[in-house]
C-alpha cells in the first residue's frame, strides 16, 4: 500500500541552526501538508501546498518557515533559524484531491530536537 | 477557530469490556477522521465520515457522524490489549477554500489483559 514517508526520523540541531525535514507523498497526491505536534500537545496545521504554491498557513508558519517541492518526489519544510519552541514531531501529509471530504495520508513524522 | 473536544482524555479498561469515546464541537465539519497514534509515530487513518447520521464500522470499531455533523463518536466492542493507544478526531471545515485539519487532543486508551 502507498505510503508516505519522511526523513530523518530524528534531527537533533543546535539553536539557530537551519534545518531541512523531506517528505515524499504518496505518488499520485497532488496536495501536500505540513503538521507539528508538541510532546503532550494536540496536531497542529502548519500549511497546505498545491502547484508549487502555498495554499493555506497557519499563525504558526511565519517568516521563519518555508515549504519546496524541489524536483516531483520531495516536498520539504525548512525553518531557517531554529528556536527551542520548534522542537516537535513534524508530520507531512498528502491527498490526491483538494475537498474537504478527501483523506490526508500521515508520514510517520520527523522528531526535531533543538537543544 | 473550529475546535474540537475529544472525552474522555484518559479511559483505562478491562479487556472484553466495551467503549465509546466522544468527538465535539459547536463548528460544523465537512468531514471527520479518526486516527490511532502511537508513541512517536504518525496518526494511522481509521476511518472518515461524511455524511450527517453516517455510521461506518471497521470490526470492532463503530464510527458515527453526528446528524448536523458537529460531532463524532467511537464505540469499540469487546476492547482487546491490542486496542490500546491515542485516538485522535480530526475535522475538515466547512467553507471554500480552507482544507486543513483541525485534530483533538485525543483519547489515550489503555486495556488491560
Known amino acids: 500500500e502507498p505510503e508516505v514517508t519522511q526523513t530523518p526520523s530524528h534531527q537533533v540541531t543546535q539553536m539557530g541552526q537551519e534545518v531541512i525535514l523531506r517528505c515524499v507523498p504518496i505518488?499520485?497526491?497532488?496536495?501536500f501538508y505540513w503538521y507539528r505536534q508538541i510532546l503532550g500537545q494536540k496536531v497542529e496545521f502548519l500549511v497546505s501546498?498545491?502547484?508549487?504554491?502555498?495554499?493555506?498557513k497557519s499563525e504558526i508558519f511565519d517568516d521563519q518557515f518555508s515549504v519546496e517541492r524541489p524536483d516531483g518526489s520531495n516536498f520539504t519544510l525548512k525553518i531557517r533559524s531554529t528556536k527551542l519552541e520548534d522542537s516537535a514531531m513534524y508530520f507531512c501529509?498528502?491527498?490526491?484531491?483538494?475537498?474537504?471530504?478527501?483523506?490526508?495520508?500521515f508520514g510517520p513524522g520527523t522528531r526535531l530536537t533543538v537543544l | 477557530t473550529q475546535l474540537l473536544e475529544q472525552s474522555p482524555q484518559f479511559l483505562s479498561i478491562q479487556e472484553g469490556e466495551n467503549l465509546t469515546v466522544y468527538c465535539n464541537s459547536s463548528?460544523?465539519?465537512?468531514?471527520l477522521q479518526w486516527y490511532r497514534q502511537e508513541p512517536g509515530e504518525g496518526p494511522v487513518l481509521l476511518v472518515t465520515?461524511?455524511?450527517?447520521?453516517e455510521v461506518k464500522k471497521l470490526k470492532r470499531l463503530t464510527f458515527q457522524f453526528g446528524d448536523a455533523r458537529k460531532d463524532s463518536s467511537l464505540h469499540i466492542t469487546a476492547a482487546q490489549p491490542g486496542d490500546t493507544g491515542l485516538y485522535l478526531c480530526?475535522?475538515?471545515?466547512?467553507?471554500?477554500?480552507?482544507?486543513?485539519?483541525?485534530f483533538g487532543k485525543g483519547t489515550k486508551l489503555s486495556v488491560i489483559p
Open positions: 480530526a475535522g475538515s471545515p466547512t467553507g471554500a477554500g480552507s482544507y486543513q485539519l483541525t
Open positions: 505518488s499520485n497526491h497532488l496536495y
Open positions: 465520515v461524511v455524511t450527517g447520521g
Open positions: 463548528s460544523v465539519f465537512s468531514s
Open positions: 501546498f498545491y502547484n508549487n504554491e502555498i495554499s493555506e
Open positions: 501529509a498528502s491527498t490526491q484531491w483538494r475537498s474537504n471530504t478527501d483523506t490526508q495520508y
